[in-house]
């Protein structure tokens, strides 16, 4: 596998640690252990995400977090929680990824895997606190539903065709920014909107 398909793959996972922390988790794991993804003789001691048991805990919190990003309010405590918790699991992920030569990569690969899952972790939790202000409770759960299909479908395809992860993270890249975007109008919307109609 070339450096570019192990940055791109780095990059995805990353972002995705933005939106599912725990499923990016078990599916680096299960690539580690598989050998789809090999680790370079300095990072060995990381190929502890491949152990069962590492692998379980993590699933068990991705069935956590999947129930409890389906009932409003409570997804935006839990990513709340969360702010912190994302992308130091991004940096980390990136970090067993990446194949340095040099401890400068390293600490790149730390750094930007880190702002890249805090940024997608933005634009989760803002889309999902413009979603929470609807008085239906469908949104809520159809875009929880998405974000797990979408991830765990991306998950599969970077670690399967590693060549396009590059295109992957990009186009996640682009959507966060979006997600992020769209989050700001709407409140600006709403909350001008309040402060108009105050006396």
Same mark, same amino acid.
Request: glycine share 8%; aromatic share 6%; net charge negative.
């Given at each position: 596998?070339? %450096?570019?398909?192990?940055?791109?793959?780095?990059?995805?996972?990353?972002?995705?640690?933005?939106?599912?922390?725990?499923?990016?988790?078990?599916?680096?794991?299960? /690539?580690?252990?598989?050998?789809?993804?090999? @680790?370079?003789?300095?990072?060995?001691?990381?190929?502890?995400?491949?152990?069962?048991?590492?692998?379980? %805990?993590?699933?068990?919190?991705?069935?956590?977090?999947?129930f409890a990003d389906k009932v409003p309010w409570?997804?935006?405590?839990?990513?709340?929680?969360?702010?912190?918790?994302?992308? %130091?699991?991004?940096?980390?992920?990136?970090?067993?990824?990446?194949?340095?030569?040099?401890?400068?990569?390293?600490?790149?690969?730390f750094i930007l895997g880190g702002s890249g899952?805090?940024?997608?972790?933005?634009?989760?939790?803002?889309?999902?606190?413009?979603?929470?202000?609807?008085?239906?409770?469908?949104?809520? *759960?159809?875009? =929880? =539903?998405?974000?797990?299909?979408? =991830?765990?479908? @991306?998950?599969? @395809? %970077? *670690?399967?065709?590693p060549v396009i992860s590059g295109i992957v993270?990009?186009?996640?890249?682009?959507?966060?920014?979006?997600?992020?975007?769209?989050?700001?109008?709407?409140?600006?919307?709403? *909350?001008?909107?309040?402060? /108009?109609?105050?006396?």
């Open positions: 596998m070339g %450096i570019v398909e192990i940055l791109g793959i780095a990059a995805s996972v990353s972002l995705l640690s933005g939106w599912r922390l725990y499923l990016s988790i078990v599916a680096t794991g299960l /690539a580690m252990h598989y050998g789809l993804l090999p @680790l370079p003789e300095h990072l060995q001691s990381l190929q502890v995400l491949g152990s069962w048991w590492i692998i379980g %805990i993590a699933g068990a919190a991705a069935l956590a977090e999947f409570i997804d935006s405590l839990w990513d709340t929680v969360h702010t912190a918790v994302r992308p %130091i699991g991004g940096a980390l992920l990136a970090l067993a990824i990446v194949d340095p030569s040099d401890p400068a990569t390293q600490v790149i690969a899952a805090l940024l997608a972790h933005g634009g989760k939790a803002g889309a999902r606190a413009v979603i929470n202000t609807s008085p239906e409770p469908v949104s809520n *759960f159809v875009m =929880s =539903s998405t974000e797990d299909v979408a =991830s765990a479908g @991306l998950l599969y @395809l %970077i *670690f399967q065709f993270a990009l186009a996640m890249l682009a959507m966060t920014v979006a997600l992020l975007m769209l989050a700001r109008h709407v409140l600006r919307r709403i *909350f001008g909107g309040r402060r /108009a109609s105050e006396p």
